[in-house]
């Protein structure tokens, strides 16, 4: 059984830094694509980062030179760490895996596997 657990969220102030790790069971994610999404209150889940199999990265504008994903494959684990937190950062920040696909995608649909999600919350 896939799953997929997210940690490291918290409360912080704007300015701080926070590192999320999802850690990965059940199957294979070396070779599939992996994003990381947030949902803010009252708005849809947007895809903040992503990673492919290969090691080539997306990341939403919002958080461009900030926010850095990376993997490692040996621990079945990928991280979000978050620089410079802004109050707009806030939301669940879930880690989700996609099922086939080892590039990158921008579409929801194409992640399969969803983690619980963590709250992040940055006060100003």
């Known amino acids: 059984q896939v799953q997929l657990v997210e940690s490291g969220g918290g409360l912080v102030q704007a300015g701080d830094s926070l590192r999320l790790s999802c850690a990965a069971s059940?199957?294979?994610?070396?070779?599939?694509?992996m994003g990381w999404f947030r949902q803010a209150p009252g708005k849809e889940r947007e895809l903040v980062a992503a990673m492919s199999s290969g090691g080539s990265r997306y990341y939403a504008d919002s958080v461009k030179g900030r926010f850095t994903t990376s993997r490692d494959n040996a621990k079945n684990t990928v991280y979000l760490q978050m620089n410079s937190l802004k109050p707009e950062d806030t939301g669940v920040y879930y880690c989700?895996?996609?099922?086939?696909?080892?590039?990158?995608?921008?579409?929801?649909?194409?992640?399969?596997?969803w983690g619980q999600g963590t709250q992040v919350t940055v006060s100003s």
């Open positions: 059940g199957g294979t994610f070396s070779t599939v694509a």
């Open positions: 989700a895996a996609a099922r086939y696909r080892s590039s990158w995608s921008r579409m929801i649909s194409d992640y399969v596997y």
